[in-house]
């Protein structure tokens, strides 16, 4: 391919079995005001036809077919190393966007060279009056928070810094991730944007916002659900590797008994939906595996950068119960 200099970004697209979300999403793409962007779809081995059906409708679109379903990680992996491009910009299948989508992620991520990845403001698709996604945020107690999901559309107008970009169509530097390592693949799939944004973190990075760089999102589009046996089990491990890889041996000592809570209240949670078993058994796999995995190898000049990190996990431990105590306690709470 002829990976032309003035291109700025190329827009990654995994794909299973979503033959029936690339039209609309490629038709979105096709109005933007910018045509700085060059898109790549990584088809994780459907069976529904989409390869048959990007080269039939979309010849000039070049697609990486999988020989199997490796994941999101490895999808979007593949799709980053394959780009020659300053920016990748990852972007789900069953989502479409704005015309100015693409120019304001640019300009976003353009902002500061220590920007590392820019969340869109992602908008539920058939609720367009509510909020999909305004970015993530990590807590103590080991939960990630989905920012602003459920809340009014008229919400999170200001730019803003999170903690990490919902991969689900965030833009990346693609130069930092020579630096701190590509999306771990061993997760498969789920909080791997999470681990990604808490990594360039430790490195100095920042994770930022972007109101104006909206997208409608139809959510659970490949795993077909909020809550699956597969699903809960895997981001249960996933959860492990997160808090083992990314904190120090002094951090997760200090923070052991926040953690432990927070991973009894989820598990008394799946519990009572239905999904304890799975929840349980995905904690275990990721406790007896995680010596297994990368950790984020200490090093003392980013030491203020941990404690950075420390204060905002804290930080985002309140500021999520304020606003669970907030919808609990509201006449009318907002949809979850």
Request: charged share 25%.
């Amino acid at each position: 391919m002829d990976w032309s200099k003035e291109i700025k970004v190329t827009i990654v697209i995994p794909n299973y079995n979503g033959r029936h979300f690339m039209e609309p999403c490629l038709a979105s793409l096709a109005k933007q005001t910018c045509r700085d962007y060059k898109i790549l779809v990584i088809d994780n081995a459907s069976t529904d036809g989409s390869i048959a059906f990007m080269k039939e409708h979309y010849p000039e679109i070049e697609t990486i077919a999988l020989k199997q379903n490796f994941g999101f990680s490895k999808a979007v992996n593949i799709g980053i190393r394959h780009s020659r491009t300053p920016y990748v910009l990852l972007l789900n299948n069953d989502t479409t966007v704005d015309p100015h989508f693409v120019e304001e992620m640019i300009k976003a991520i353009e902002q500061s060279r220590r920007i590392f990845s820019v969340n869109s403001k992602m908008i539920q698709m058939y609720q367009p009056e509510l909020i999909d996604s305004a970015g993530d945020l990590y807590t103590l107690i080991g939960w990630g928070v989905c920012r602003g999901t459920g809340r009014p559309v008229s919400n999170y107008t200001e730019p803003d810094e999170i903690f990490s970009a919902c991969a689900g169509a965030a833009i990346y530097r693609r130069s930092v991730f020579k630096k701190i390592g590509l999306f771990d693949e061993n997760h498969f799939a789920y909080l791997e944007d999470i681990d990604v944004g808490y990594r360039s973190k430790i490195y100095g990075y920042r994770n930022m916002y972007c109101p104006d760089a909206l997208v409608y999102h139809v959510g659970s589009g490949t795993s077909g659900s909020k809550y699956n046996p597969f699903k809960v089990r895997l981001s249960a491990r996933n959860n492990v590797y997160l808090d083992y890889k990314n904190m120090p041996s002094v951090q997760l000592a200090v923070n052991f008994l926040p953690l432990l809570l927070g991973y009894l209240v989820k598990y008394l949670f799946f519990v009572k939906i239905g999904f304890g078993k799975d929840y349980k058994e995905g904690v275990l796999e990721g406790l007896r595996t995680r010596k297994a995995q990368k950790k984020v190898p200490f090093q003392m000049r980013n030491l203020p950068h941990y404690l950075r990190i420390e204060f905002q996990l804290i930080a985002h431990t309140f500021t999520y119960a304020k606003d669970w105590i907030r919808r609990k306690t509201a006449k009318q709470p907002a949809q979850e």
